[in-house]
């Protein structure tokens, strides 16, 4: 397969500036494989979404080859595999359907191939590498493997997997052989970078992070919004005036360390009665309702269900402090982003990931570590100007480091290596 150099080709002199700008200016057809219910509101979603749109600002031209359930996002185009009847339904993470949605997924793939001619075949997760790599081949193209995580790992957060099961070693090989099918791979953080060659003996030479960005034009920060508005957003929610609010925007799971965060409410709130929890996000709202009843915080807690991404910037502007209590190792955590374009001081365990993200002004408790975490929550939410000084940090460093204009640029630079 190809490695990451760049080739070594001889440039004559006063040609070499051409040449670099036609290389720069030079538009990819790209086929984007998407092993999910695209677009469904959250993490991956998000990135493929936006890596899509961002090059297609940049001049490429994207096609998303994805399953038959999802919603269609107007500026993006979309094809989708057959299913079966009654198959519509969005589903999150590891499922049985999946053993026949990836081959319904490579007969489409295969067929937009062939029409569409790509330059390259961008897969995202391991089942969309596996299938582009049998794409790639017919069409003759390099395979980018945008890699968000681990396969294994992954399953076992879910539950669909225990680290004890028969199955455990076999799908980790069959993980280490997808990890190695791909020309270049590009992971959404470092210490994911670091996974790949720790742990899969994957060459570093062929590994680009390309970290998550955002939207700082639509993610606008909390002062842009007025505190008038802030007031209206909370009351729409039915969100007592006078409360200090908690957000937290994401998947309902215990991977996402949605108990973590319940249980640690209940200690804020015994010490902080003015504060109020606002939870937006699914597929567990009925489990993580009936949760905060038991502890006895449901009068200080908000959950919304399921929020359009596009309505994300809106209600996060409700909050004064944001929360990321996420423990899964392997995967990415986009949300921060959200949280720091908007401005919002935010606490979250201490991960490599996370750190990556957040940098200095990040506020981290000990992973899984409910009393840590209310904590830091505490801390944050009794620190006045000092919170609010993170938060515009956070925000300029959004700004300044997490552009997805910028990701775009890196993995422009992938294909250009791997096609000149």
Known sequence: MTEMMIPRTTIVPGAADRAAGARASRRFRILTLAPTSFFAD????????????ALQRRGSDVLICTYPAGRDPSDVRIIRSPGLPGGRQIRVGSSRHKLYLDWFLLLRGLRAGLAYRPDVVHAHLHEGALIGAVISRVCRCPLVFDFQGSLTAEMIDHGFLSPRSLAYRPLRRLEGVINRLADAIITSSRSAADLLVREFGCSPRRIVPVLDGVDTEVFRPLWAWGEEERARIRAELGIPAGRRVVVYLGLLAEYQGSGYLLRAATRVIARRPDV???????????RYRALAGELGISDRTTFTGRIPYEQAPRYLAAGDVAVAPKVSATEANGKLLNYMAVGLPTVAFDTPVNRDLLGEEGVFAP????????????????????????GRALRRRAEEHFSWDAAAGKILDIYRRLTD
Not at 42 to 53: D, L, M, P, Q, S
Not at 368 to 373: H, M, N, S, V
Request: proline share 2%.
């Open 42 to 53: 959250y993490g991956c979603h998000v990135r493929i979404y936006e890596e899509a749109r």
């Open 276 to 286: 109020h929890f606002l939870l937006m996000g699914y597929p567990g709202e009925a």
């Open 367 to 390: 992973v899984a570590d409910i009393e840590g975490l209310a904590e830091r929550l505490l801390e944050v939410l009794d620190e006045g100007e000092r919170a609010r000084a993170r």
